[in-house]
């Protein structure tokens, strides 16, 4: 399967320990977005990773929350500290070129925060 | 900014009916359009694309038209079955700019 690859699918946290969410990307595609996404809600932009670069991060919050995307490996969205209100379905997206091009999804990660 | 409006939901539908979501934006320059279908528990998938003025996208029966002078991009389908039963979200994106998606519009057809 070639498409983007998300791991785990459902995460259940308790309040106060971290998540790390994985996002591998289509071959041959080097960028990388995350997303969130509340119930009945469309998606809100977080943050725009090249390999080991940060393009964009200003749809993330600026505390708890850390992205990355290493030369070797996949894509990492880190939050430390989960609360409730994290509680959410990240979807990873990843595309050949810049932002004016198709971003393919990935089938996301469920957060739940007890 | 730029921005996406799409018509609120839902729409419900039945089978063989005719299908209009419609889809309106606001950008500065030239940015492609998408549509994009979600089914339960599933990420997001590319339905369709038009990346330029009058372009029409196509794919599965669905059909969207770039229109820069009423700024749409409405997404169309002559006859609908129950297994287009999603939410369709239409989203903008534009070179040195974050893709915008609408709120997204859930579709059910019924039998």
């Known amino acids: 399967n070639a498409g983007v690859m998300q791991n785990p699918r459902h995460l259940v946290r308790r309040r106060g320990q971290e998540a790390r969410l994985r996002c591998s990307p289509m071959k041959g595609h080097s960028h990388v977005y995350w997303y969130r996404q509340l119930p009945e809600e469309g998606l809100k932009f977080m943050v725009y990773?090249?390999?080991?670069?940060?393009?964009?991060e200003s749809g993330m919050p600026k505390e708890r929350f850390s992205a990355e995307f290493p030369k070797e490996g996949p894509s990492i969205l880190r939050i430390q500290q989960v609360v409730r209100g994290d509680s959410a379905a990240y979807f990873c997206a990843s595309s050949p070129g810049g932002r004016d091009q198709p971003q393919h999804f990935g089938d996301g990660t469920r957060l739940s925060i007890l | 900014g730029n921005s996406v409006t799409q018509m609120e939901g839902p729409v419900t539908l039945s089978e063989e009916a005719f299908l209009t979501i419609n889809c309106t934006y606001t950008?500065?320059?030239?940015?492609?359009l998408f549509w994009y279908v979600q089914y339960p528990g599933e990420g997001l998938q590319l339905l369709l694309k038009a990346t330029k003025a009058d372009d029409k996208g196509s794919n599965k029966g669905f059909e969207a038209t770039y229109r820069k002078e009423t700024t749409s991009f409405h997404l169309e389908k002559g006859s609908v079955q129950v297994s287009d039963s999603a939410v369709y979200f239409c989203?903008?994106?534009?070179?040195?700019?974050?893709?915008?998606f609408g709120p997204g519009t859930r579709l059910s057809v019924l039998p």
């Open positions: 950008a500065t320059g030239y940015p492609s």
């Open positions: 990773l090249q390999k080991e670069n940060i393009i964009d």
């Open positions: 989203a903008l994106g534009a070179r040195g700019q974050n893709f915008v």
